[in-house]
């Protein structure tokens, strides 16, 4: 295998681990807050379906955990198998978010045991409830310092270059780099609300397939009430993302725009093909993308003209843009729509067709949160450290990633099907008004 070969299968590799692990990891920070504000809404409403649905939320999130540790340690390993020249050279400079990654996620995986462990065991439900504080904010913190590594790779800074090497490497500063405030909040922040619309396709779910018992309709009012509020933050944040790209990676935005030519009053191009290196069928934003970029609608926009060709990323990027932005405002739409109907008693809301709509957003969401971690990843070609290093030559000249392309492709295929099977199974054989049912009798009260 020559060197094309094997940096054309360690990026695919490390692109197909990314992709995996980005689905279970994105609901392991997310699931925590969904879990804390369903039992906090129990404890001050008295209300046991909040209760039971943290509780319910609780055991999903275990075998997403569990699927996510293996997905998260392949690309500890990958790291260093496939990317051994970047790991030669940037890891004294990245290794203190890792260790703080890994720190983060055992301090949220040891309250999670004890907070599983006590269930019905405190009398105060007040005192459980604080067991999930340090469940939530270790996972949040897992997703910032992993992402910390990420802007890093953006925003190369606290070091020295010397002769190839870095040195008088400084980790605070490497890690508070420019790229880390957006990058941080936007992962974060999405996560919060891609998990939001997963619940809410859940119970949609589950009332069209005939359960229409109140625990579940209490459930896609919450999700759907917090995912609003979360997607509305998203796009806030995703705002201040493209004017960090405006100022320090222009050459991404120029890409994801579709802006060949640097020059003010500079429009937004949304969706659109190219034929013959020129956009058309586009939507036209006047003054679009100055106002994006600077706040300003007559504000200059660095175009790819002031790049080279082959420091410009591939334009593809721009479709990816498009499916972020569009879901995302879909999501919005959407979310809005139910809670509005639901205040002012629509009966469009509740029809199956509307919780269609909801059970799609579930996969939707999803997707968004893909083509932004790709639109991120991609967006940096050529680079595999921003000005530095190149990803071609960061990978390894090994002849077998071939070979653990298809070992690890076979992993993730036995993980994903194996957690949709054991989920499935957990829920189906102890519905909810089973356990409604025995936790009333329990208590001597009356089923609801």
């Known amino acids: 295998m020559g060197n094309e070969d094997a940096v054309f299968y360690s990026r695919v590799l490390t692109e197909l ?9 994105t609901i392991g920070v997310g699931v925590p807050l969904m879990i ?56 004294n400079v990245i290794a203190l978010p890792l260790f703080m990654e890994t720190f983060a996620f055992f301090f949220e995986a040891i309250f999670l045991g004890i907070y599983l462990y006590t269930w019905d ?66 992962v974060v922040i999405t996560a919060y609300m891609t998990s939001a619309f997963i619940l809410a396709a859940i119970a949609a779910f589950r009332l069209l397939k005939g359960s229409n018992h ?63 290196g020129e ?21 200059e926009v660095i175009g790819l003209d002031q790049f080279p060709v082959d420091e410009q990323p591939p334009l593809y990027i721009h479709y ?26 629509w009966k469009n809301v509740r029809t199956n067709w509307f919780r269609w709509l909801i059970v799609l957003g579930g996969p939707l969401v999803v997707l968004a949160i893909e083509s932004g971690w790709w639109l991120a990843e991609v967006g940096r070609q050529p680079w595999i450290l921003r000005h530095i290093m190149r990803v071609d030559e960061a990978a390894t000249t090994s002849g077998q990633v071939d070979l653990m392309l298809m070992l690890f492709a076979l992993l993730y295929l036995i993980l994903g099907i194996g957690s949709v099977v054991v989920l499935r199974r957990m829920f189906k054989r102890n519905p909810v008004e089973r356990e409604l049912e025995e936790r009333h009798m329990e208590k001597g009260g009356d089923v609801q």
């Not at 681990?17 to 990891?25: E, N, Q, R, V, W």
């Not at 699927?67 to 260093?80: R, W």
């Open 121 to 186: 065991r405190f009398e105060n439900q007040k005192k459980h409830l604080l067991l999930l504080v340090p469940v939530a904010i270790g996972a949040s913190f897992s997703a910032v310092f992993i992402t910390i590594v990420n802007a890093f790779m953006n925003a190369p800074r606290g070091f020295d270059l010397v002769n190839g090497e870095l040195v008088n490497i400084n980790p605070i500063i490497a890690m508070f780099n420019p790229a880390m405030p957006t990058k941080v909040a936007h």
């Open 36 to 91: 804390m504000i369903a039992q906090w809404v129990g404890i001050k409403k008295d209300d046991e379906h909040y209760i039971l649905l943290a509780r319910r939320w609780a055991r999903g999130f275990v075998i997403t955990v569990a699927v996510g540790v293996v997905t998260g340690t392949a690309i500890g390993l990958q790291l260093s198998l496939l990317w051994p020249n970047f790991m030669e050279l940037a890891g």
């Open 17 to 25: 681990t990314l992709s995996f692990h980005i689905i279970y990891a």
């Open 214 to 276: 109140i625990y579940h309709k209490k459930a896609l009012h919450l999700t759907m009430k917090l995912g609003l509020v979360f997607a509305i933050a998203s796009a806030i944040i995703g705002d201040f993302s493209g004017k960090y790209l405006a100022e320090y990676q222009p050459e991404k935005l120029a890409a994801a725009e579709w802006h060949f030519e640097t020059k003010e009053g500079a429009e937004l191009l949304l969706l659109g093909v190219l034929k013959d």
């Open 279 to 299: 956009p058309k069928y586009a939507i036209k934003v006047p003054f679009g993308l100055s106002i994006l970029a600077h706040n300003n609608p007559k504000a």
């Open 320 to 345: 990816l843009f498009n499916i972020m932005v569009f879901i995302g405002m879909w999501m919005v739409l959407l979310a809005a729509w139910y809670l509005i109907g639901m205040r002012r008693g």
